[in-house]
């Protein structure tokens, strides 16, 4: 019994550096809405919000659009468009994470006291112990600046694994060929 089908499928185009260019343009697209957003007096209070996994959506169907639209006859397979969002998703993580690190240090020092008070006035409303509460109040004190950068970074790292399913959905244009195993 097979589990997995063994698909037979070609790279056209240059991702890597595509995946690079267009993941260090993502991060700052989401940098500047984060800007954007404290110019007009609605400053962040978490370090990943909807206005930042919408923006990453759409910059990354937009790129991967651009990518496909750039590769001979537009053939890309599923597999090909999925590394080039993941890696898109990965290098803007990490550009948004050092912004979120600028941005707390010089830009809005009360970054990580308003993350600090949006996650205990958010989450502590459960069911869950006084003992429990405090623990967890205590425990994300501690938290610094460089914290909520990692948690951010990280965040939009795991939300870039599902937008890049949906744009390597939505935009391949081969189907693979399953292979026949040579015994």
């Known amino acids: 019994m097979r589990f997995f089908r063994r698909y037979q499928s070609e790279i056209y185009g240059p991702y890597r550096n595509a995946?690079?260019?267009?993941?260090?343009?993502?991060?700052l697209i989401m940098?500047?809405?984060?800007?954007?957003?404290?110019?007009?007096?609605?400053?962040i209070n978490?370090?990943?919000?909807?206005?930042?996994?919408?923006?990453?959506?759409?910059?990354?169907?937009?790129f991967s659009y651009?990518?496909?639209?750039?590769?001979?006859?537009?053939?890309?397979?599923?597999?090909?468009?999925?590394?080039?969002?993941?890696?898109?998703?990965?290098?803007a993580a990490i550009v948004y994470g050092l912004f979120l690190l600028f941005y707390g240090s010089v830009i809005d020092s009360e970054f990580s006291s308003r993350c600090l008070s949006h996650f205990?006035?958010?989450?502590?409303?459960?069911?869950?112990?006084?003992?429990?509460?405090?623990?967890t109040v205590q425990v994300m004190r501690s938290y610094k600046?460089?914290?909520?950068?990692?948690?951010?970074?990280?965040?939009?790292?795991?939300?870039s694994i599902m937008v890049a399913f949906v744009s390597s959905l939505i935009f391949r244009t081969e189907k693979d060929v399953v292979r026949s195993k040579n015994i």
């Open 120 to 135: 205990v006035d958010g989450e502590m409303n459960g069911s869950a112990s006084d003992e429990d509460k405090a623990m």
């Open 19 to 27: 995946l690079l260019r267009d993941g260090f343009f993502t991060g």
């Open 46 to 62: 978490t370090p990943e919000n909807w206005v930042t996994d919408i923006t990453l959506l759409l910059s990354t169907l937009f």
């Open 31 to 43: 940098a500047g809405v984060v800007l954007f957003c404290k110019l007009i007096y609605y400053p």
């Open 145 to 159: 600046l460089r914290t909520w950068a990692f948690i951010g970074a990280f965040r939009t790292a795991v939300m």
């Open 66 to 91: 651009r990518y496909r639209s750039k590769l001979p006859e537009g053939k890309v397979f599923f597999k090909e468009l999925m590394m080039y969002g993941l890696g898109l998703g990965i290098v």
